[in-house]
């Protein structure tokens, strides 16, 4: 089982629309949660930490279950530059900070 | 900002070769990284350090070797370059307090 699952998509979705992503872990010992960005050719950048509480970032909002080790991310109001693939990520805090990365969703936003 | 640089976007080298990769940052960051990334397989870790001098393998570190003597500067070694290691590789550095990890623009290396 890998450490941490996406769905690889790609979801094909028209302006305006809300589309959601969910992401599940496996180390129940992980201490935090990112959602990663990476558009075509270009590296990851950080799009948003998630919190217990869950929090938002304009249309953005991300929320974490720790009893069910998923994470999800919901965007509102679908932009086309809102395409790229999303990353989620995984930072296992024990003696060392490492960093595990699911094979990302893709998203395609059409006019 | 935080700069993260490769030293090469674009690297063809020959089977058998030793290749360096090599990967520098300016915020003075802890935690540097290599990883790989495959169509279908996402970023997958090569090898971390988190201090100079310190290194941990990561998911997939043979036939890799790495190289942490000054704290901005993380090398990726291949010892003997193969064709199933023609991949995108992304470098990263981040610090233990916020864990955000920021990335070079990636080297991306055909072995022939």
């Known amino acids: 089982r890998k450490e941490v699952e996406q769905d690889p998509g790609p979801f094909n979705v028209p302006e305006g629309a809300t589309v959601a992503f969910n992401c599940t872990y496996s180390?129940?010992?992980?201490?935090?949660f990112f959602w990663y960005r990476q558009d075509c050719r270009k590296e990851p950048k950080l799009l948003m930490s998630?919190?217990?509480s869950g929090n938002e970032d304009g249309r953005f909002t991300a929320q974490l279950n720790r009893a069910s080790q998923y994470i999800s991310l919901l965007i509102r109001d679908s932009k086309l530059s809102d395409s790229a693939t999303y990353l989620c990520?995984?930072?296992?805090?024990?003696?060392?900070?490492?960093?595990?990365f699911g094979s990302g969703t893709r998203l395609l936003v059409r006019p | 900002d935080v700069k993260v640089t490769q030293s090469s976007r674009y690297l063809v080298k020959r089977t058998g070769e030793k290749v360096f990769l090599e990967c520098v940052q300016d915020?003075?960051?802890?935690?540097m990284f290599w990883y790989r990334q495959d169509p279908g397989l996402g970023l997958r870790l090569i090898y971390f350090?988190?201090?100079?001098?310190?290194?941990e393998k990561g998911d997939i570190p043979e036939g890799y070797s790495v190289s942490r003597e000054k704290k901005e500067r993380f090398s990726l070694i291949l010892e003997s370059a193969s064709t199933n290691q023609t991949s995108m590789y992304l470098c990263?550095?981040?610090?233990?307090?916020?864990?955000?990890?920021?990335f070079g623009q990636g080297t991306r290396l055909t072995v022939v």
């Open positions: 990263a550095s981040s610090t233990p307090s916020t864990a955000e990890a920021f």
């Open positions: 180390n129940s010992a992980s201490q935090s």
């Open positions: 998630v919190y217990s």
């Open positions: 990520v995984v930072n296992e805090m024990d003696s060392s900070y490492k960093l595990i």
């Open positions: 915020m003075d960051h802890e935690n």
């Open positions: 350090s988190y201090d100079v001098k310190m290194k």
